[in-house]
């Protein structure tokens, strides 16, 4: 075998590992914690009888999490209930506190 194939084999799975590592901090440096009104525009439909969208609960998790709560699925629904009372949200707008952020909510 080369020095070429050694070193080769030794540098690509180092740099995958780097490149997934940069992927995903970015994405966690990355992720903010919505306001109201962002919240609300993220489904259409939002409301206290609608189904939450992927990416709502994704928020609803990270700012848990960003709060020191455990995300699990009975903060979740406590803090999707706070959220859409505290933003005051209807029909996918918020009627409240558009320019505050969910976190405010808990």
């Given at each position: 075998?080369?020095?070429?194939?050694l070193t080769l084999r030794r540098f690509v799975p180092a740099?995958a590992v780097l490149a997934v590592s940069a992927f995903l901090?970015?994405?966690?440096?990355?992720?903010?914690?919505?306001?109201?009104a962002e919240f609300a525009d993220m489904n259409p439909d939002?409301?206290?009888?609608?189904?939450?969208?992927?990416?709502?609960?994704?928020?609803?998790?990270?700012?848990?999490?960003?709060?020191?709560?455990?995300?699990?699925?009975?903060?979740?629904?406590?803090?999707?209930?706070?959220?859409?009372?505290?933003?005051?949200?209807?029909?996918?707008?918020?009627?409240?506190?558009?320019?505050?952020?969910?976190?405010?909510?808990?």
């Amino acid at each position: 075998m080369s020095r070429f194939s050694l070193t080769l084999r030794r540098f690509v799975p180092a740099a995958a590992v780097l490149a997934v590592s940069a992927f995903l901090g970015g994405c966690a440096a990355g992720a903010a914690v919505p306001t109201c009104a962002e919240f609300a525009d993220m489904n259409p439909d939002t409301g206290i009888f609608a189904r939450l969208s992927d990416e709502q609960h994704e928020a609803i998790r990270h700012t848990l999490t960003e709060g020191g709560f455990d995300d699990g699925a009975w903060n979740e629904t406590l803090g999707r209930t706070a959220v859409i009372a505290f933003c005051n949200i209807d029909s996918g707008s918020a009627n409240q506190n558009q320019d505050r952020l969910i976190s405010e909510a808990f």
